[in-house]
């Protein structure tokens, strides 16, 4: 069993920065590989980043490819996302999910452990 907290949310103008933390209980979170999803207010469920167990893979959706960057640290059971050049269409709540394997994962169902979400707020 893997337990999710996310942090880092926030409120900040277009153009700025944030960085989100994932901290992750139980000592298997090097096994799993790890993602960020993000639903905005009557969307459904969306990737926004992915990645794989030792770090080694990572993928992003098209939407956010060059301005956030997914990380991990399995020595501190964390996974971080920064963000760069946020844009208004970015405010979602963003989830930290956990994978049952150690493989880069892209849809909402082939992830089997979810955080509560974190707010993200951009304003134009």
């Known amino acids: 069993q893997v337990q999710l907290e996310e942090s880092g949310g926030g409120f900040v103008q277009a153009g700025g920065s944030l960085r989100l933390s994932c901290a992750a209980s139980g000592r298997t979170f090097s096994r799993y590989a790890m993602g960020w999803f993000r639903q905005a207010p009557g969307k459904e469920r969306e990737f926004v980043a992915g990645?794989?167990?030792?770090?080694?893979?990572?993928d992003y959706a098209d939407s956010v490819k060059g301005r956030f960057t997914i990380s991990r640290d399995n020595a501190k059971n964390t996974v971080n996302l920064q963000m760069n050049s946020l844009k208004p269409e970015d405010t979602a709540v963003y989830y930290c999910?956990?994978?049952?394997?150690?493989?880069?994962?892209?849809?909402?169902?082939?992830?089997?452990?979810w955080g509560q979400g974190t707010q993200v707020t951009v304003s134009s």
């Open positions: 999910a956990g994978a049952g394997d150690r493989w880069l994962k892209y849809t909402a169902d082939q992830y089997d452990y």
């Open positions: 990645i794989s167990w030792s770090g080694g893979s990572s």
